[in-house]
């Protein structure tokens, strides 16, 4: 996996143990400096596992931030860890040594998956949706109040301007200047 989608994977955890993204600050260019450096503060409930976790998750050096197999070896992520079926091409759902019992002649007996299944000896055929595939900013973007996109798409110059007048009266005054202008005002 890429050092970036490492990055990404922790700013993702931290959003979802924290509810609010590591670098946030109203200040756009102060956000980015925080993300530059590196600065963030956990919260108190965090674990010293979990924080230590996060800390290499989010290192700005690619070259010294964590690795795939080091995060499956942290105490936090092994915390629980119970191993996971996967998708294989086909939609099957399988594990990892089935070939291994495939070759020894066990016969693949259908069943269906429970909790209670600790070997994960089971293995299920047939069709299952694939989980669709998101990044960190499709994430991210589902959250009201951050979407990025606009960082990344080219659009059209538009004009944004801030008034201390009340609503109303604002969108009084620009029908007033529609309709000198000829413009039609439709309202939603």
Do not use: Q
């Not at 007996?109 to 600790?118: G, H, K, L, P, Y």
């Not at 595939?133 to 960082?151: M, P, T, Y």
């Not at 301007?161 to 009340?166: C, D, E, K, T």
């Amino acid at each position: 996996a890429a050092k970036a989608d490492v990055w990404s994977c922790g700013v993702i955890l931290f959003v979802l143990m924290a509810g609010h993204i590591p670098f946030y600050d109203k200040n756009i260019m102060a956000m980015y400096k925080k993300i530059y450096k590196g600065e963030f503060r956990c919260p108190r409930w965090f674990s010293s596992d979990l924080v230590r976790l996060l800390t290499r998750l989010l290192d700005t050096n690619p070259d010294t931030r964590i690795t795939i197999p080091e995060i499956m070896k942290s105490r936090w992520f092994k915390k629980g860890f119970k191993h996971v079926k996967f998708y294989i091409e086909d939609d099957k759902l399988c594990r990892e040594d089935e070939d291994e019992e495939e070759e020894s002649g066990s016969s693949g007996r259908s069943s269906t998956v429970s909790e209670s299944d600790a070997e994960f000896d089971v293995k299920r055929v047939g069709s299952m949706p694939r989980p669709a595939s998101l990044n960190a900013f499709d994430i991210i973007s589902f959250s009201s109040g951050f979407d990025l996109s606009g960082l990344f798409e080219e659009g059209g110059e538009g004009t944004r301007f801030l008034s201390g007048a009340p609503v109303s009266k604002i969108i009084s005054k620009l029908e007033e200047i529609a309709k000198v202008v000829s413009f039609t005002v439709r309202k939603k």
